[in-house]
């Protein structure tokens, strides 16, 4: 039996250019599980998103394009490379909205003789717009190519206690005597979500402090898993509660997202004399336009505009030895189960 790891990201655009940014945010955009409400995919992303958001997104993407490309996929490839040289079985990178594709990258696996497919969805955190959107891409490409190979997956790790030991050591190496506040900034989601996502319909956002609150909705509950996250970490760094902060940062459209907003907070932050911020963003393992772009360079801006002096964002995992062993270890026990 042939073995293979497959690792799977959001994706970039190919290329800075405003037709590229375009495609891809049509490709993202159109995802159900992306913008669930149907009249909002079919009618204002065509008719009013695809005819705004691409010049505005490609000159964000300009920003922190590099010679090799998008950071996001540059980066996942290193992480591919330095897995597959820390594991047996070959590791195979695939997107999940632009390139490399689910579908040919799936392609390119059966052409190779795999029988025995392992996925990392590369997110710490259950989210129907990320983890879920990528089992079920890579499920219906398998249920086309071939129904019979056998697949598994990883699951959300964002309370994995040796994930939490890493990350957290990564923040400690990067928050300097004298940071005032550590602001986790995680990507948001559309509030609604929280409730489409928890099976019960009867608990996220029903109950009051459903996050904190033991429930079987947890499971795939983003908001409580990011909180858990951010537990796991402040405990391992004993920071007191005056020392961090709790954030949700990218929102699109009107609806509410979860709060509170990361651009808000800083401009707050800023304006009460807090001084030095660093801001770390768990919901990525791989830093990409939303840490180098919305976060290095908008949200500084913020933050100073407003009164604070000294920002910095931690990097993501990225290419760290301890994050990579991390994941041969996953892959180790898959191997071994
Ligand atoms: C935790 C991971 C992510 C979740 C959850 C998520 C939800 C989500 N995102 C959008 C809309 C956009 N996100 C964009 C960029 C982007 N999003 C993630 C991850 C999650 N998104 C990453 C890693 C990136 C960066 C990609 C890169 O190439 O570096 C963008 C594109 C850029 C832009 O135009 O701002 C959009 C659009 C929604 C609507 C959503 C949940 C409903
Ligand atoms: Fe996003
Ligand atoms: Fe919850």
């Known amino acids: 039996m042939s073995k293979a790891v497959l690792l799977v990201n959001l994706g970039s655009p190919d290329s800075t250019s405003v037709s590229d940014v375009k495609r891809y945010l049509d490709e993202f955009l159109t995802d159900e599980r992306v913008i669930d409400k149907a009249f909002v ?103 086309q190519q071939k129904p019979d190979l056998d697949v598994s997956f990883l699951q959300p790790f964002y309370n994995d206690p040796d994930y939490l030991d890493i990350l957290a050591e990564s923040i400690g190496e990067n928050l300097p005597e004298g940071t005032d506040k550590l602001v986790f900034s995680f990507h948001g989601i559309p509030e609604r979500h929280l409730r489409v996502s928890d099976p019960s319909h009867a608990h996220c956002l029903c109950v009051k402090d459903c996050c904190t609150r033991a429930n079987p909705a947890h499971a795939t509950c983003y908001k409580h898993q990011c909180l858990m996250t951010v537990k796991g970490v402040v405990e391992r760094l004993k920071l007191p509660e005056d020392k961090y902060f709790v954030s949700f940062q990218s929102r699109l459209g009107r609806d509410p997202w979860l709060t509170p907003y990361t651009d808000a907070t800083l401009a707050r932050f800023g304006r009460e004399g807090v001084k030095k911020v660093r801001v770390v963003c768990p919901a990525f393992v791989t830093d990409c336009l939303e840490t180098l772009e919305e976060i290095a360079e908008e949200a500084k801006e913020i933050f100073e505009d407003a009164g604070g002096e000294d920002f910095a964002v931690i990097p993501c995992l990225n290419e760290d030895d301890r994050w990579i062993q991390y994941l041969a270890k996953q892959v180790e026990g898959w191997l071994n189960s």
């Open 41 to 143: 995919r079919k009618v204002i992303v065509p008719l009013i998103i695809l005819n705004t958001r691409p010049k505005k997104s490609a000159e964000a993407y300009a920003s922190v394009w590099t010679d090799e490309g998008s950071p996001l996929i540059v980066t996942s490839e290193h992480q591919a490379e330095k897995l597959g040289q820390s594991v047996a079985p070959k590791v195979y990178l695939a997107m999940r909205y632009g390139n490399p594709s689910i579908a040919n990258v799936i392609s390119q696996i059966l052409k190779d003789g795999v029988t025995s497919l392992y996925v990392i969805p590369l997110y710490p955190q259950y989210a129907m717009s990320s983890y879920e959107t990528v089992v079920v891409k890579v499920m219906e490409e398998i249920n």
